[in-house]
């Protein structure tokens, strides 16, 4: 399994920005963002593809936030503008879930031993 890094959380006021980043041990086919509030399910917020660079985001994020990645580097990068208080969770990226799309990779629940998961790097979105 691969191993993923996150890092680039922390304290931003709201309409603040950050920049998280998910260095990867090596190549996934895949990578997608999630987050975790306390008391919450966990919840998809941006995927992409390496293949053909498709993206997915949650209707609370579209607009907002970006994915990216560069291939040379295995690394994603999720661009967070105008943050809300809401917005504040873990993150954590994961691959190697066995999705045919982008969509269904951020969209559907997946048990904890699936794929391979960061740590979480800590987002706090507060005055």
């Known amino acids: 399994q691969v191993q993923l890094v996150e890092s680039g959380g922390g304290l931003v006021q709201p309409g603040g920005s950050l920049r998280l980043s998910c260095a990867a041990s090596?190549?996934?086919?895949?990578i997608g963002w999630f987050r975790q509030a306390p008391g919450k399910e966990r919840e998809g917020v941006s995927c992409?593809?390496?293949?053909?660079?498709?993206?997915y985001y949650a209707d609370s994020v579209k607009g907002r936030f970006t994915i990216s990645r560069d291939n040379a580097k295995n690394t994603v990068y999720l661009q967070m503008n105008s943050l809300k208080p809401e917005d504040t969770a873990v993150y954590y990226c994961?691959?190697?879930?066995?999705?045919?799309?982008?969509?269904?990779?951020?969209?559907?629940?997946?048990?904890?031993?699936?794929?391979?998961w960061g740590q979480g790097t800590q987002v706090t979105v507060s005055s």
């Open positions: 090596g190549f996934t086919y895949g």
């Open positions: 992409i593809s390496s293949s053909d660079g498709s993206t």
């Open positions: 994961a691959a190697d879930l066995p999705a045919v799309t982008v969509q269904a990779m951020c969209v559907m629940t997946w048990p904890a031993d699936f794929g391979s």
